[in-house]
């Protein structure tokens, strides 16, 4: 670890001289973040997170940079952490610690320095071992929500609430809630509308390909690609990868995700079918066990294996460090050799985990903000009101969701209908919005 000589050392990244750089790429996003930045403009002179003491886990990107400066601009005083080993942009990191924010974030730490990590985010203050909890939340897959519940009961009373970015987030935060083991508020950023409709759709139909393209330089015109899992990330991934013109094929469990995804015009059948015709095999299900050692035997020469889903334990990567003679082409993509005498071959990406933030650099800016608007929204809302919160997961009202929308229209030249008072009349709906009920899917 290379750190410059300053005054402030509260931070652990891999190169604090790479923050110029870093601000000079946030200076960029911001442009594509209308949503933060009209936040900013909305509550700055209000202040409404001072005093708020946020522990934030989110993969430590150039646009995360800008959603911290917004949470700092909006009064907060906060602490971050990455929330994958291999998703943090270095500069990005440089650039929050060059502004005296204590961060914990470098590509390619261990599972070890990631739970000194869980640590170490939620100390405010430490003065020899005296320190100050924090008052809120942000996470991004439960990592650090689970950590304080499971290791530091103590502090969870002091915590108003917490903001959950992510499905796989959300599953553990609603089992806490039916364990009747959740000891405050969260609010479910993921299932705004604004948030997984856009993020884990058009950030996917983005940054899935990116991710292949920048590990292997693979042409993907004409290869067979596999996406297990044919939700929003599915989605997201399947339409990527189709745009580029390969053959996608999806599994599914939901037979209604499966119906959905031969209207969008690709073949679905079970993995062990799949898999002999596939190249790239992508999975996106926040399931386990999706891609297993049965499948591994059956790939073809050189499949291209990689995850987008949350968590590492889709792909059965255990089977093959236990069982494969590994070879590491540049760091996050890895070829095994499979079989007794090693006659195939496949090319592991990112060691299982999030391909969109380990071989690449996550969704652009402009989805970004979607989710991050709501993350701000979030945290001001229970900030302000937690304390009249059920210790239960709940979502931000369709008003916000749709306030989100609105924010990101102008930058992308859209402008909208005028409703008149006989057309909300005849429809129902309030001519300010919410325009639609709390029921329909988008
Ligand atoms: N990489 C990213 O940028 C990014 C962004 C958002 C979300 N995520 C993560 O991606 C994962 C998926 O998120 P989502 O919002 O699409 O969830 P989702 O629930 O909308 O979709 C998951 C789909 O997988 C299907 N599925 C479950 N088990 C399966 C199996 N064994 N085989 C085939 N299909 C199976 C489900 O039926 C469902 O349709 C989560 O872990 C989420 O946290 C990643």
Redesign the pocket.
Known sequence: MKQINTTFEDYKIADISLSEWGKAEVTLAEHEMPGLIALREKWGDQKPLLNAKIAGCLHMTIQTAVLIDTLVYLGAEVRWMTCNIFSTQDHAAAYIASKDIPVFAWKGMSEEEYTWCLDEVIKFNNHEGNWEHPNMILDD?GDLTKHLINNYSEIAEDIIGVTEE????ILRLKEFEENKTLPFPAINV?DSVTK?KF??KY??RE?CVDAIRRATDIMMAGKVAVV???????KGSAASLSAAGCRVIV????PI?ALQAVMDGFQVMP?KSAILQANIVVT????KD?VRQEHFKMMNYNTIVCN????DNEIDVAWLEATCKKSTIKPQVDIYQIGEGGEKQIILLAQGR?V??GCAT??PSFVMSCSFTNQVLAQIELFANGYNYDKKVYTLPKILDEEVAQLHLAHVNAELETLTRKQADYINVNMSGPYKSSEYRY
Do not use: K, P, R, W
């Open positions: 897959g992510t499905t796989t987030g993921n997984s993020d884990n950030g996917c940054s297990a899992g044919y939700g929003d990330v599915g599994t599914e469990i939901d995700c993995m996106a299900t926040g399931n999706v987008i889903g949350h968590f999030l969109n933030l996550g969704h």
